[in-house]
């Protein structure tokens, strides 16, 4: 009775495994059947009649066939792992692996959970007959105590797997061409014949949401199952609208214009704004247009122009206006042929014990080598300005060596890096901007001890970078040390160790033209104590007349060097009285020019945006208020740039309305 209640169930949970190619139901059409019976060890594969190991046996309403004799019927290799103590059935679709008295097996490296632990049968593993259905892919069939497995041994090709991608991401209704691109693939490695598109479209004319399904067939003769993408549709994009204001609209000549962009785009996604006649002040009476072209993120484009209207009333001339206006380190047109006018003030100035090394000579750099040397202590300021004419990438480093019986101690203190940088503007500017900002910032002193005979790398910041062939790099350095230190500034290809190097480089020759030496009294303090800015006037720097050239040595050769520009040399001008209503400008004399000033704690590059190109173009460093000021101005000559220059004391007209 009890067998009975068993079978029952069992016959309720058992379901045979369909397969499904197309979307129809496939035929239970199997090429191997074999036939068991409850309590026999009787089997039947297809005709052929054979016995088990042990008869199929149902604990507490479980079925367990053996497994090796059954898996034989299969095909499968049967083999054991001592090591992991695992039954293995081994064949071409799957990898089977049973362990006794566990209720899980390993199928092709994934655990599956059976419907009942395994056990030992007179020495027969016996596997749960319904998780052997599963993990074999056969049907199983139970009429009273017969039990019918059937597979298809002859292996069918895998089912192809469509897939695609719509592109782009965004649709627009009306306008997006949609691409579909081909993801689909075959494990079978068969090459497709045929598709279904259902929804497919190429421009979707209404925003919305839309499905699109496709299918693939393969040249065996198999469809995919339908892979379905969603696709959400925008509403049509819309052209941006240009458009802008300004305050009023007639103007005098040399009024400012304020304008106001007051353009639109539906997704707030305008990438481009191009002006076209929309100049800040106007110093000609007219008509002017003026006009706003924009773009959105899709390539859609709208303008508009409209008229200003410039009188001939004047509130400033073009002179007047830039005076006032230009901001703080920008730049402004002026009459080169003007500022010679203007008187030039003579000045005096006072010079502090310091020293200084100039390492421009060679300025290119054509070989490897010790560019120069020299015999040091107590507070140095180096500069260093080269470009590498060589056809590999170098590194220039700063050695310092103690031939001293004790220890020397050396301190890093304010820096200013530029480039490497194809640029000579670029490396001139940044160097410049830097030192100053550093001396500013007054940074804490980076302190190395060097052992009597070791040689150390001292500023790791020049070398960190490599000077790629034509390369240029500017830094100015401010170092200390409490005894003499032979230093070396020296140059080898970057992918080689400079201390492996060091001795069997030569001193590399200068060139003939550029400044390299060792110089005292290398900071000049300049004090002005009459009242400037109340008619036009000026200084020069870099003139070698009012600022003579200091002369120093050439350590490598010992002979006696100019320095030709004063490149390197710290000037502190200091201004005590400055007329109210002064514009202090610059403007360079001998060509183009850029570099930084430091205006009563200020750092002001010249200029922001660009450079002083030539001797028509002044750049705008202070302006005083309503009452006298002192000014301090600190500043070193920017290397790579030209001199002299013309500081300009300019009395600003008043304010106009």
């Known amino acids: 009775m009890k067998f009975l209640k068993w079978l029952l169930v069992l016959s309720f949970l058992v379901m045979p495994f369909v397969y499904a190619s197309d979307g129809k139901a496939a035929a239970l059409d199997y090429s191997d059947k074999l036939t068991l019976t409850i309590g026999s060890k009787n089997m039947k594969h297809n005709s052929t009649y054979t016995k088990t190991a042990q008869p199929v046996t149902a604990i507490n309403g479980v079925s367990f066939i053996p497994f090796a004799s059954v898996a034989a019927q299969y095909g499968y290799k049967i083999s054991y792992n001592a090591k992991t103590k695992e039954s293995i059935a081994t064949g071409p679709l799957h990898t089977l692996k049973f362990k006794i008295n566990s209720a899980a097996a390993n199928v092709d490296g994934y655990n599956v959970k059976l419907t009942g632990a395994t056990y030992i049968l007179n020495g027969s593993l016996m596997v749960p007959l319904r998780s052997w259905g599963n993990v074999t892919d056969s049907a199983i069939a139970v009429v009273n105590k017969t039990i019918t497995l059937s597979w298809n041994s002859v292996i069918l090709p895998q089912q192809p797997k469509a897939n695609f991608e719509v592109q782009p991401a965004e649709i627009y209704a009306g306008q997006t061409n949609v691409t579909y691109v081909d993801r689909s693939y075959n494990p079978a490695d068969a090459p497709f014949?045929?598709?279904?598109?259902?929804?497919?479209?190429?421009?979707?004319?209404?925003?919305?949401?839309?499905?699109?399904?496709?299918?693939?067939?393969?040249?065996?003769?198999?469809?995919?199952?339908?892979?379905?993408?969603?696709?959400?549709?925008?509403?049509?994009?819309?052209?941006?609208?240009?458009?802008?204001?300004?305050?009023?609209?007639?103007?005098?000549?040399?009024?400012?214009?304020?304008?106001?962009?007051?353009?639109t785009d539906d997704e707030n996604a305008i990438v481009r704004r191009t002006w076209t006649g929309n100049d800040k002040v106007f110093f000609e009476p007219g008509n002017k247009q003026v006009t706003l072209e924009v773009e959105d993120r899709h390539g859609l484009v709208h303008s508009i122009t409209k008229t200003v209207t410039v009188t001939s009333e004047?509130?400033?001339?073009?002179?007047?206006?830039?005076?006032?206006?230009?901001?703080?380190?920008?730049?402004?047109?002026?009459?080169?042929?003007?500022?010679?006018?203007?008187?030039?003030?003579?000045?005096?100035?006072?010079?502090e014990q310091s020293q200084m090394v100039r390492s421009n000579s060679p300025e290119a750099l054509l070989q490897e080598g010790i560019v120069y040397e020299s015999q040091l202590s107590g507070q140095v300021r180096f500069l260093f300005h080269n470009v590498n004419h060589m056809f590999t990438p170098v590194k220039m480093y700063l050695l310092a060596t103690n031939n001293n019986q004790v220890p020397v101690n050396l301190s890093t203190g304010s820096i200013g890096l530029g480039g490497p940088d194809p640029y000579v503007e670029n490396t001139a500017k940044m160097s410049t901007i830097r030192y100053l900002q550093s001396l500013a910032n007054n940074p804490s002193p980076r302190w190395m001890t060097i052992k009597p005979?070791?040689?150390?790398?001292?500023?790791?910041?020049?070398?960190?970078?490599?000077?790629?062939?034509?390369?240029?790099?500017?830094?100015?350095?401010?170092?200390?040390?409490?005894?003499?230190?032979?230093?070396?500034?020296?140059?080898?290809?970057?992918?080689?160790?400079?201390?492996?190097?060091?001795?069997?480089?030569?001193?590399?020759?200068?060139?003939?033209?550029?400044?390299?030496?060792?110089?005292?009294?290398?900071?000049?303090?300049?004090?002005?104590?009459?009242i400037l800015g109340n008619t036009a006037e000026y200084i020069k720097l870099g003139d070698k007349t009012m600022d003579t050239y200091l002369d120093g040595i050439d350590e490598t050769t010992g002979n006696l060097e100019y320095n030709i520009g004063n490149f390197g040399v710290l000037y502190r001008l200091?201004?005590?009285?400055?007329?109210?209503?002064?514009?202090?400008?610059?403007?360079?004399?001998?060509?183009?020019?850029?570099?930084?000033?430091?205006?009563?704690?200020?750092?002001?590059?010249?200029?922001?945006?660009?450079?002083?190109?030539?001797?028509?173009?002044?750049?705008?460093?202070?302006?005083?208020?309503?009452?006298?000021?002192?000014?301090?101005?600190?500043?070193?000559?920017?290397?790579?740039?030209?001199?002299?220059?013309?500081?300009?004391?300019l009395p600003l007209p008043g304010a106009r309305w």
């Open 453 to 530: 005979g070791e040689t150390k790398e001292v500023l790791p910041e020049l070398s960190r970078i490599p000077m790629k062939p034509l390369d240029v790099l500017t830094t100015y350095a401010d170092l200390y040390a409490d005894q003499e230190l032979q230093f070396k500034i020296v140059v080898v290809a970057s992918n080689k160790n400079v201390f492996t190097e060091l001795p069997k480089l030569g001193q590399m020759p200068r060139d003939g033209k550029h400044v390299r030496g060792t110089f005292n009294k290398a900071d000049r303090s300049i004090e002005m104590s009459d």
């Open 314 to 351: 004047v509130l400033y001339t073009k002179d007047e206006y830039y005076r006032l206006f230009t901001p703080i380190g920008e730049k402004f047109p002026i009459d080169s042929g003007a500022v010679l006018k203007m008187p030039s003030l003579p000045y005096t100035f006072h010079s």
């Open 574 to 649: 200091t201004l005590p009285h400055v007329a109210p209503h002064t514009l202090i400008a610059l403007n360079a004399r001998g060509g183009y020019y850029t570099g930084a000033f430091m205006v009563n704690g200020q750092v002001i590059p010249v200029t922001n945006s660009s450079i002083l190109k030539d001797n028509k173009e002044a750049a705008v460093l202070y302006r005083t208020g309503d009452s006298e000021e002192s000014v301090e101005i600190v500043f070193t000559l920017s290397a790579g740039s030209n001199l002299p220059l013309a500081m300009m004391f």
């Open 193 to 263: 014949v045929d598709e279904r598109w259902d929804g497919r479209m190429d421009v979707f004319p209404d925003p919305g949401t839309y499905t699109v399904t496709r299918q693939v067939e393969d040249i065996n003769g198999i469809w995919s199952e339908p892979y379905s993408v969603t696709i959400t549709v925008k509403p049509a994009n819309q052209p941006p609208v240009a458009n802008f204001s300004t305050e009023k609209e007639t103007y005098r000549i040399g009024e400012a214009v304020l304008y106001t962009d007051l353009s």
